[in-house]
């Protein structure tokens, strides 16, 4: 019998502000003061409400766009926040450097690239200022010490810093490498500095160049998580098996938060038989980071093999929900359906997996055995046919239907 083919991969808490008679608010300036007064007790929302009102009274009220702007960042409305440090910028006629270095972060973590690396030019080639604001910078699932610095201190390295992470992804390593050689020089206690040439390095294929940042990294903060998860993952490339599982146990022990540890040492459990382990570390790993599709799937794959086929679907389709054009997680679904002979909808979601993929060689041919299954041999000769072409190598057996 042929089988398909798989492939693995509120708290309400009371407050004056709130409470307030908003009746009594009636000026732009009175509606800007309340947004300043609500951001800074942390009713980003109600400072959002507050700030648009005065901008609507006077359009041309600066220091507005400078509060909404931080207020839509702390809510995470990424591109609202981005649009109103841009609009301050235009309108200002003072050169804040901290409101610019807000915007260079803002395209760097919408990967607008081009636009970061300006910004990030503009600022090495711009006096601090007299700006006495305070910038932090923490990682993004809480692990490790804050990062505090002021556009007034020493703060070159870490614009060299982001301008080596830009570089990075756009795989220009020689570049990011250079950049990130002067962070290092301007400051060589940063450990991130050292994570991130790192990652250079390891594009560039300087696997040893990249263990011993990832190293070093560690010497200036021993509970680095992501040193720690970096190093097992070369590690594990190196085929040293032990030690990179070493280091994703303490990856974890150093930074519970930290999704990427978990679902590392999900695959070791998986490659070891031990799929309730497995199981407990994609578990872990999509409680830190609920949105990500990879976690699902491959936790849908874990429930598939212990027997869990409503458990596997549930996840599949939450993969699928988060994003769309998953081809993987289609095929993953298509397949269960399949095994549970749902044949109809089995070819549904091949032909998504193919709409997204016309270049899935694996699914042309999945998707033949299930037209076969519902007498549809037309369909299953001509997805055959596809499937050879793309490489995949069709039994006589299988040609002869």
């Avoid at 693995?8 to 009636?26: C, D, E, G, M």
């Avoid at 003061?33 to 041309?60: I, M, P, T, V």
């Avoid at 999509?286 to 429930?303: F, M, Q, S």
Wanted: hydrophobic share 35%; glycine share 6%; with cysteine.
């Amino acid at each position: 019998m042929i089988r398909p083919v798989t492939l693995f991969l509120i708290l309400i808490v009371y407050s004056p502000l709130i409470a307030q008679n908003t009746n009594k608010l009636t000026t732009a300036n009175d509606y800007f003061y309340a947004g300043e007064n609500a951001h800074e007790q942390g009713y980003d929302k109600k400072a959002l409400a507050f700030y648009d009102e005065c901008l609507r009274l006077r359009a041309s009220f600066t220091e507005a766009y400078r509060g909404r702007a931080t207020a839509n960042e702390a809510l995470e409305n990424l591109q609202e926040a981005l649009r109103d440090y841009t609009l301050y910028l235009e309108l200002t006629s003072e050169d804040r450097s901290d409101i610019l270095f807000s915007r260079a972060v803002l395209h760097f973590r919408l990967q607008h690239y081009k636009q970061a690396r300006e910004d990030f030019i503009h600022l090495l080639r711009m006096p601090p200022g007299e700006t006495n604001t305070i910038i932090f910078r923490q990682d993004q699932f809480g692990g490790g010490t804050d990062k505090i610095f002021t556009m007034q201190g020493s703060h070159k390295s870490t614009l060299y810093d982001y301008l080596g992470q830009i570089e990075t992804k756009q795989k220009h390593y020689s570049t990011a490498i250079a950049y990130l050689d002067t962070a290092i020089s301007k400051n060589p206690r940063e450990a991130n500095t050292f994570i991130h040439r790192g990652l250079a390095f390891e594009g560039a294929g300087d696997i040893e160049g990249a263990t011993k940042d990832y190293q070093a990294a560690l010497t200036v903060d021993p509970s680095n998580s992501l040193a720690q998860y970096n190093l097992a993952q070369v590690q594990g490339r190196k085929g040293e098996t032990l030690q990179a599982q070493d280091f994703i146990d303490k990856a974890i022990e150093s930074n519970p938060l930290l999704p990427y540890p978990y679902a590392q040492r999900a695959q070791f459990n998986m490659s070891k038989g031990n799929l309730k382990g497995a199981l407990a570390d994609y578990d872990s790993a999509i409680k830190t980071n609920p949105v990500e599709a990879i976690y699902y799937l491959n936790r849908g794959l874990v429930k598939e093999r212990l027997n869990d086929p409503k458990g596997a679907n549930e996840d599949y389709t939450i993969a699928i929900e988060l994003k769309e054009d998953f081809d993987k997680a289609w095929f993953a679904r298509a397949n269960l359906c399949a095994k549970l002979n749902k044949f109809p909808e089995a070819i549904d979601d091949y032909t998504i997996t193919i709409f997204h993929n016309p270049l899935f060689g694996a699914a042309h041919f999945n998707r033949a055995l299930a037209y076969q299954h519902i007498g549809k041999t037309k369909e299953a000769c001509d997805d055959l046919t596809k499937a050879e072409e793309l490489g995949m190598t069709i039994q006589a057996s299988v040609n002869s239907m």
